[in-house]
Nanobody, 123 residues
Framework: QVQLVESGGGLVQAGGSLRLSCAAS????????MGWFRQAPGKEREFVAR????????GYADSVKGRFTISRDNAKNMVYLQMNSLKPEDTAVYYC????????????????WGQGTQVTVSS
């Protein structure tokens, strides 16, 4: 079992920044891949970024490349998402997720999810 708890969401103006945190506990060693997804009202949950615990390898959706940075702190079992130059279209609930796969970018490749944290970007 893996437990994930997100924090750090909030309301920010366009152009601003937020940092999301994901605290992971349990058998995290069995889930080498960590990811961030987001879901806006009326839309499908979409991939945002991913990282591997061991190598730190990262991957991003095209929509956030150059603006968002995913990172991890292995000692603290934490994963972060630094979001800069935020746009109104970034408004969504952001979810942290864990995967057995090291190449996972699809929602169904992740089997543990946090409860989500709301990010709202005003124009």
């Amino acid at each position: 079992q893996v437990q994930l708890v997100e924090s750090g969401g909030g309301l920010v103006q366009a152009g601003g920044s937020l940092r999301l945190s994901c605290a992971a506990s349990g058998r995290t060693f069995r889930r080498p891949g960590m990811g961030w997804f987001r879901q806006a009202p009326g839309k499908e949950r979409e991939f945002v970024a991913r990282i591997l615990w061991n190598t730190g390898y990262t991957g991003y959706a095209d929509s956030v490349k150059g603006r968002f940075t995913i990172s991890r702190d292995n000692a603290k079992n934490m994963v972060y998402l630094q979001m800069n130059s935020l746009k109104p279209e970034d408004t969504a609930v952001y979810y942290c997720a864990a995967s057995q796969s090291v190449v996972a970018t699809m929602r169904n490749e992740y089997d543990y999810w946090g409860q989500g944290t709301q990010v709202t970007v005003s124009s």
